[in-house]
Every structure is written in structure tokens, then in C-alpha cells.
């Protein structure tokens, strides 16, 4: 007869307890990730909500692994560069709590309890609802592959900006902490529109102007902004300035495609908004995105007379140029010769694009008709590449081509031919673009204030110490 194994000072009765307590043990050093729910439905919801929330666009370096981070981003403060956010303990944020992931989420604070930039763009995301919170913890630390490295690089702004402890203040005065709350006037597709819109898809981060202090202007909403050398523009429902004169079903075939016909093509950080995160919005979510932007409050440029899609016409100077020689400094090409040379290829002569729209017209296309023409520089020195994978390239970048008269000759070209006749492009602003676009102002603003301060204070000690410096 086998006799029981005993643990020595160990009594039978108390052996549950003992595996209990083991158990528990076990769960508390196999850290937080343990904690999140392992239902698998919650898991992908929260997967789903990570790609409404574009957080791979920014967490993901080109060719590393996936939320491992690394990626250098531009902003006007200086290069900020994103953070590991897989559950790995040692290098991500394996280790954080749901509260604590909440609070980095929603609130921009770190489980350290340093403070993240508004980079990270906490202050859409504080209107995600507990729910949603809860299952986008499930799916970071359930769902996504621990990678232990941490970026080669880190975020280095220039003082005083590297004081993280300064977000304090800046949260105190723009952030609103207060969840997403439907409005009960309000349709079901509005109110998830307005959730996605606002919230997870952070869309004022880029269409919104920001203040001096770099928070987004409350008053004018979604109504474009500067966005490094780019231009997100105004998708309120302005009919000229914004989208009031776009179908709902062309708003959210442009989300899901990057194309709607006779209106625009998408480029730049668009691009990347739409193949890691729009592309993969079921059709009603977009939909509801559409719904709501149709009903936004109308901002209204007077500058726009109609909207920059309803400008331009076929037609080309190319007569004029045949058996013309090229004049011997390139920098004076005229804009029909350089359109010949590295346009008319695939938009063809009188820039009506292919029959089908596989390449697109140059007349009725927003980037063309818009006054603001950075979008149409960025295109030509940048191009448009596709596919977060497949890098199709659906645009060759001429920025190692054209010189930045060469590029200010030809946009003005196609500006006034195929567009807006009152736009036009200048040398000054292609340099500045090729540069990264126009500076903030506010580096300046606060070192001038820091050093007034310093004078000040420099005064203030030199007054008292002649007041106590004894009389002869």
C-alpha cells in the first residue's frame, strides 16, 4: 500500500491551502499580463479598437516588430520617439496595471509616473470608454508578442521641454477627462461617429489647428492644419471649405480606399491613417465616421470659392514647346517643358489621367484645386507609395530630381492649368518643405519668456543688494 507523500510541519488538512497560496504566488510573479481577461472575444475586440486607434502607425519602425517602437516622430518641439508598448516585462509595459494602462492611455502618465508628450495623443483617448479600455488592455497584453529591446534612441527635446514634469500644467489647462457620453438627440451613427472621430481616431490631432501652446483650437475644429511639410485639411461640413459637397458613401469609400472619383486621392500621412487603421473599419463604422462629419459645425475659409475639387479642365501648352530646345540652366524650364518630361507619361497630355482612373486627372483633384498647395509639392518631391506591406509605389518621388525651382516652376504649372488659378507655388516654400515644413514658434516663446524671467530675477537680487549695501 503506497503511504502518502508528507511535507514535513505540514498536516494533510493543509495542503489546499497550501496549493492555494502556491497558486497564488505563481499568478502574482507572472506579473499583470496574467490579469487581463483572456476571453477571446474581448481579446479581438480590443484588437479591432488598437487598429481604430492607429496605434501600430506610430509604435512600428520601419522593418521592427510590431508596438516594439523606435520610430523617430517630427513634431515642432523637436524629434519624439516612440516607445515599446508589447507586453514584454522588461523592455514594454508588460508590467502595467489596467489602472495603470488607463492612466498612460487617458490621461498620458506613465505607470512611473512620468508624464508623455501630447505626441502620444492621450487627449482623443481620454474619451475612450472603460469598456474599451478594458479590452484594448486585454489585447496588448494577451494578443501582441513580447519583444524585449528597448528603441536604439529616445526623446530628447530641447529645454525646458525635456522637463516632462511641465505636462502637468499643460494637462491641467487642455485636458478633459471626462469619457465620451452620447447624445440622447443624437443618432446612433452620429454618436458613434462622433466616439471614433474624436476619440480613437484622434482625427483633430492632424485636421485641427493647434494654439500657440500647441493644443488643438478648440473653436475651429477639424478645419486643416499644417502637419509637418503636409496639409491635413478641413473636413468640416463646409461645402467649399471642407466636405458638406462629398456623399456620405464617397466619404466612406474614401476612408477605405484612399480614392473617391472626381474628388480626391489620398497621400501622405493619409495614406498611412488609411492602410493601418480606416482600411480595417467594418463598413458601418465608417459609415458612421461619414455621418458625423457631415454634421460637424462648417468652417469657412473666404479664400474658397468653391471646393478644390470643382476646379480645372483638360487641357496643355505642349504645342508650345515641340522642337523648342532646352535652355542650357535647367532651372529655367518652363513648366509645359517639365510637365512633358515627368508628367505627361501617366497623366497624359491634357492631364485627363487613364481611362478608368488607375492614374488619376490632375483637374478635379483636390490637391490641384486646394489654395493651400502643400499637398501638391509634398506629391511631387514625396510621391505616394500604398500597402503597409507591399510598398506599391502608386506615384515615382521627383524629389532627387527636381531642383526647388524646377518643383515651384512645374506646381505653379499644374496649379493654374489643371486647379486653382489663384494658387501658386514659390522656391521659398518648396526649400522650407523639403526642410520638414515651418517651425513652432513656441521654442522661442518660452526660452524669450525664460529669459525675461532671468533678468528679472538677476534685477530683483542686484536692487536688494543695494538696498542692504550699508551708506558711507
Known amino acids: 500500500m503506497q503511504m502518502p507523500i508528507r511535507m514535513p510541519g505540514l498536516e494533510p488538512a493543509?495542503?489546499?491551502l497550501a496549493l492555494l497560496l502556491t497558486l497564488l504566488l505563481a499568478l502574482l510573479a507572472a506579473g499583470p499580463a496574467l490579469a487581463a481577461d483572456p476571453d477571446p472575444a474581448l481579446v479581438e475586440q480590443g484588437k479591432y479598437l488598437a487598429l481604430a486607434g492607429d496605434c501600430i502607425a506610430c509604435h512600428t519602425a520601419p522593418g521592427g516588430k510590431p508596438m516594439a517602437g523606435g520610430l523617430p516622430l517630427a513634431s515642432p518641439l523637436g524629434v519624439i520617439v516612440s516607445t515599446n508598448i508589447t507586453p514584454s516585462r522588461s523592455a514594454g509595459i508588460g508590467n502595467y496595471t489596467l489602472a495603470q494602462f488607463s492612466d498612460a492611455l487617458r490621461r498620458g502618465v506613465r505607470a512611473d509616473g512620468a508624464r508623455l508628450y501630447p505626441a502620444m495623443p492621450y487627449t482623443a483617448y481620454a474619451l475612450v470608454s472603460d469598456a474599451d479600455t478594458?479590452?484594448?488592455?486585454?489585447?496588448?497584453?494577451?494578443?501582441?508578442?513580447?519583444?524585449?529591446?528597448?528603441?536604439?534612441?529616445?526623446?530628447?527635446?530641447?529645454?525646458?521641454?525635456?522637463?516632462?514634469?511641465?505636462?502637468?500644467?499643460?494637462?491641467?489647462?487642455?485636458?478633459?477627462?471626462?469619457?465620451?457620453?452620447?447624445?440622447?438627440?443624437?443618432?446612433?451613427?452620429?454618436?458613434?461617429?462622433?466616439?471614433?472621430?474624436?476619440?480613437?481616431?484622434?482625427?483633430?490631432?492632424c485636421h485641427t489647428p493647434r494654439n500657440s501652446l500647441m493644443a488643438e483650437s478648440s473653436g475651429a475644429a477639424l478645419?486643416?492644419?499644417?502637419?509637418?511639410?503636409?496639409?491635413?485639411?478641413?473636413?468640416?461640413?463646409?461645402?467649399?471649405?471642407?466636405?458638406?459637397?462629398?456623399?456620405?458613401?464617397?466619404?466612406?469609400?474614401?476612408?477605405?480606399?484612399?480614392?473617391?472619383?472626381?474628388?480626391?486621392?489620398?497621400?501622405?500621412?493619409?495614406?498611412?491613417?488609411?492602410?493601418?487603421s480606416l482600411a480595417w473599419l467594418t463598413p458601418a463604422d465608417l459609415r458612421a465616421m461619414a455621418v458625423y462629419l457631415k454634421q460637424t459645425p462648417a468652417v469657412h475659409d473666404a479664400a474658397d470659392t468653391r471646393p478644390p475639387y470643382a476646379w480645372g479642365a483638360p487641357g496643355n501648352e505642349l504645342d508650345s514647346i515641340r522642337g523648342v530646345a532646352w535652355p542650357?540652366?535647367?532651372?529655367?524650364?518652363?513648366?509645359?517643358?517639365?510637365?512633358?518630361?515627368?508628367?505627361?507619361?501617366?497623366?497624359?497630355?491634357?492631364?485627363?489621367?487613364?481611362?478608368?482612373?488607375?492614374?488619376?486627372?490632375?483637374?478635379?483633384?483636390?490637391?490641384?484645386?486646394?489654395?493651400?498647395?502643400?499637398?501638391?509639392?509634398?506629391?511631387?518631391?514625396?510621391?505616394?507609395?500604398?500597402?503597409?506591406?507591399?510598398?506599391?509605389?502608386v506615384m515615382p518621388a521627383f524629389g532627387k530630381v527636381l531642383s526647388d525651382q524646377q518643383a515651384a516652376t512645374l506646381g505653379s504649372y499644374v496649379a493654374h492649368l489643371y486647379g486653382n488659378p489663384a494658387a501658386t507655388v514659390t522656391v521659398a516654400q518648396v526649400a522650407k518643405l523639403r526642410a520638414g515644413g515651418q517651425e513652432s514658434p513656441l521654442v522661442g516663446m518660452v526660452r524669450g519668456a525664460l529669459l525675461l524671467v532671468v533678468i528679472v530675477l538677476v534685477v530683483l537680487v542686484a536692487w536688494i543688494v543695494m538696498r542692504r549695501r550699508p551708506r558711507t
Open 14 to 16: 493543509a495542503l489546499p
Open 134 to 205: 478594458r479590452a484594448l488592455y486585454a489585447y496588448f497584453m494577451l494578443g501582441v508578442a513580447p519583444v524585449d529591446t528597448r528603441p536604439a534612441q529616445h526623446t530628447a527635446l530641447p529645454f525646458p521641454f525635456n522637463i516632462r514634469g511641465s505636462m502637468a500644467l499643460w494637462n491641467a489647462m487642455f485636458l478633459d477627462t471626462k469619457p465620451f457620453a452620447a447624445d440622447p438627440a443624437k443618432s446612433a451613427d452620429i454618436n458613434r461617429g462622433a466616439y471614433l472621430v474624436r476619440g480613437l481616431g484622434h482625427c483633430g490631432a
Open 223 to 276: 478645419s486643416g492644419a499644417a502637419l509637418g511639410p503636409w496639409y491635413a485639411p478641413n473636413i468640416t461640413a463646409d461645402p467649399n471649405s471642407g466636405v458638406g459637397g462629398w456623399s456620405v458613401d464617397e466619404l466612406a469609400a474614401y476612408m477605405k480606399s484612399g480614392h473617391a472619383a472626381g474628388k480626391a486621392h489620398a497621400a501622405g500621412p493619409m495614406v498611412e491613417a488609411i492602410d493601418n
Open 328 to 393: 542650357a540652366d535647367r532651372s529655367k524650364l518652363t513648366g509645359a517643358q517639365l510637365y512633358d518630361a515627368h508628367c505627361a507619361s501617366c497623366h497624359h497630355a491634357s492631364g485627363e489621367g487613364s481611362i478608368g482612373g488607375g492614374l488619376p486627372s490632375l483637374f478635379h483633384a483636390s490637391s490641384v484645386g486646394r489654395s493651400n498647395t502643400n499637398n501638391l509639392v509634398m506629391i511631387m518631391l514625396d510621391g505616394i507609395s500604398r500597402g503597409s506591406t507591399s510598398h506599391e509605389v
